[in-house]
């Protein structure tokens, strides 16, 4: 079956220009979840969704990224007026239900750099 | 708060000998933990778990609360083993339930012939 797909696989863009990344979830996986993995922070959670619902938005770096879910499946993530220390791979990750038990299944990421 | 500490940035070792990755965490409660692969050119995915106490790929890994880690574990590494290992547990949400994973900074393993 089809795992997570996330689109674009790389974008390039100028500092100060908006960007959207979009992710796909296994069908039927009720979470999803946001990661930025970068050389100097690792992977660095950024937000989840349950359903279309996102609980907390405390992870968010800063009020230029926001997110959302339709559907209770595709999500995009939104960074606006982009800077240089935004440049990251960006992973989406599904699981079947929110709980931490739950094993999540991730997508190839976003490989995002900004200019 | 959560972290979990991964001392080893690179780890070399040559085929056939045993491999132990340490992953230290600090957590409230009953944690929850996971390790994650990534190999080259692959997407990150699961390796175990520990409330499932499997072996995966001849990798077990222990929970020892009193020492608050969860290493993992090979007696015979293989070079398919090189690959970035990540430990992982899950972030406590405000609503009680978890949120997204914590990682460690990740384990770049390396398997000479």
């Known amino acids: 079956g089809a795992g997570v797909s996330q689109s674009p696989s790389n974008k390039v863009t100028e500092k100060g220009k908006d960007v959207e990344l979009r992710c796909d979830p296994i069908?039927?996986?009720?979470?999803l979840y946001w990661y930025r993995q970068s050389l100097g922070q690792g992977l660095e959670f950024l937000i989840y969704?349950?359903?279309?619902?996102?609980?907390?938005k405390s992870g968010l770096p800063s009020d230029r990224f926001s997110a959302e879910r339709t559907g209770g499946s595709v999500s995009t993530l939104t960074i606006q007026r982009t800077q240089q220390e935004d440049s990251a791979v960006y992973l989406c990750?599904?699981?079947?239900?929110?709980?931490?038990?739950?094993?999540?299944?991730f997508g190839p990421g976003t490989r995002l750099t900004v200019t | 708060a959560q972290r979990v500490t991964q001392p080893e940035k690179l780890l070399s070792v040559f085929k056939g000998a045993p491999v132990e990755l340490k992953c230290n965490y600090s957590?409230?409660?009953?944690?929850?933990l996971f390790w994650y692969v990534q190999y080259s050119r692959q997407r990150l995915q699961l390796l175990l778990r520990?409330?499932s106490r499997e072996s995966i790929k001849g990798f077990t890994a222990d929970l020892n609360k009193g020492e608050t880690s969860f290493h993992l574990k090979k007696p015979f590494a293989q070079e398919e083993d090189s690959a970035m290992y990540y430990c992982?547990?899950?972030?406590?949400?405000?609503?009680?339930?978890?949120?997204?994973?914590?990682f460690g900074k990740g384990t770049h393993l390396i398997i000479q012939p």
């Open positions: 969704f349950q359903g279309n619902s996102a609980p907390d």
């Open positions: 520990h409330i």
């Open positions: 992982a547990l899950p972030e406590k949400g405000s609503g009680g339930g978890a949120d997204g994973l914590t």
């Open positions: 957590y409230s409660g009953s944690p929850e």
């Open positions: 990750a599904s699981s079947l239900e929110w709980r931490g038990a739950y094993e999540q299944y």
């Open positions: 069908s039927g996986h009720t979470a």
